[in-house]
């Protein structure tokens, strides 16, 4: 097994190092935090499913934002080990300041920001997290956490991550794929150590309530008054507490209808083809109520007005989830 080739920013292109991160971990916005040359390198190691990425740079600021979790999704939770410099990495309310060699959790799929301060080199391991199978609300009790490799769990990860940063490029594929498996399954057993029974309870009433009103608003997505206030009404909960359901999905609820709708939209008009019923005709179907608001909506989440997606649309079109 090989290694990526590294990526060398160079001097000065502080873009095109953003844009490998984004390509290999999640879309991140960097900026800097001094002025004069800017050197920084990316280099990827595939462990199976499970990605181990080496970042180098010079005094950096990353950062995830809401915008960017919406519009560039990434289902994969992250552990990422401070190997030189110091940072302040904050999520999920909590921040911490990351030492050499120490570690912490991060959730590619919720807004972050990493703040380097000075140069520095960071391990990652990147894991699907379909693959990880742990709960959303179990793995916010453990992100924007310094780990120690002192003891637990992290005195088991911490140091096989450091390793693995040394020799992922000389393991054979049979081999990486079990210690890919292996570095899952010690960070799924890492959250379930932080989970407390009584948090347990209430983060999985608080998911059943989210998937709850994520099939009432696909199953009334025609209603035109489909909104925050009826959708709090029919779970008689109040509409803060509705948006406070959806703080950690980085998406208002007022835009996860709007989009839902522009996607049912898509579909069918990518099902009708170039006849039967007009554009006008689709979006009203689908409780829009202005056919200019249904172009613009339909522009940004697509790039091209609804007009241009019949006879150039894919057979199917996939549905964003929150």
């Not at 990353?62 to 110091?86: F, I």
């Not at 300041?97 to 140069?119: N, T, W």
């Not at 208002?252 to 039967?276: D, I, M, P």
Request: proline letters at 7%; charged letters at 25%; one cysteine or more.
């Amino acid at each position: 097994m090989h290694p990526d080739p590294a990526r060398d920013a160079g001097t000065g292109h502080l873009a095109a190092w953003q844009r490998e991160v984004g390509l290999r971990l999640a879309a991140v916005k960097a900026g800097r935090r001094q002025d004069g040359p800017f050197e920084a390198s990316v280099t990827g190691v595939p462990l199976g499913y499970v990605r181990l990425l080496s970042l180098e740079a010079d005094p950096v600021r990353l950062s995830r934002t809401p915008g960017l979790v919406e519009s560039a999704p990434a289902r994969a939770v992250a552990v990422v080990l401070q190997e030189h410099g110091h940072a302040a990495l904050t999520q999920d309310g909590r921040s911490t300041v990351l030492e050499p060699g120490q570690a912490a959790v991060v959730d590619l799929r919720r807004p972050f920001s990493l703040e380097e301060r000075e140069r520095f080199r960071l391990r990652v391991l990147r894991v699907p997290d379909h693959a990880l199978d742990v709960p959303a609300h179990s793995v916010r009790r453990v992100t924007g956490r310094a780990l120690s490799p002192r003891d637990g769990v992290p005195a088991l990860l911490v140091p096989l991550l450091a390793r693995l940063a040394v020799t992922a490029g000389r393991i054979p594929p049979s081999v990486a794929d079990a210690l890919g498996g292996n570095t899952t399954d010690l960070l799924a057993t890492l959250v379930h150590d932080a989970s407390d029974p009584d948090d347990d309870h209430a983060g999985a009433a608080r998911d059943r309530l989210v998937r709850s009103v994520l099939r009432h608003i696909d199953r009334h997505l025609g209603d035109p008054d489909l909104g925050p206030e009826s959708i709090a009404a029919a779970h008689r909960i109040s509409v803060r507490y509705l948006h406070r359901l959806f703080e950690d999905e980085a998406v208002t609820v007022s835009r996860l209808v709007q989009r839902r709708r522009v996607e049912e939209c898509a579909k069918e008009l990518a099902r009708r083809g170039s006849v039967s019923a007009t554009v006008s005709a689709v979006s009203s179907r689908w409780g829009f109520h202005s056919p200019a608001h249904f172009s613009r909506a339909f522009k940004a989440l697509y790039g091209h007005p609804p007009g241009r997606w019949r006879g150039s649309a894919p057979a199917t079109t996939g549905t964003v989830r929150p």
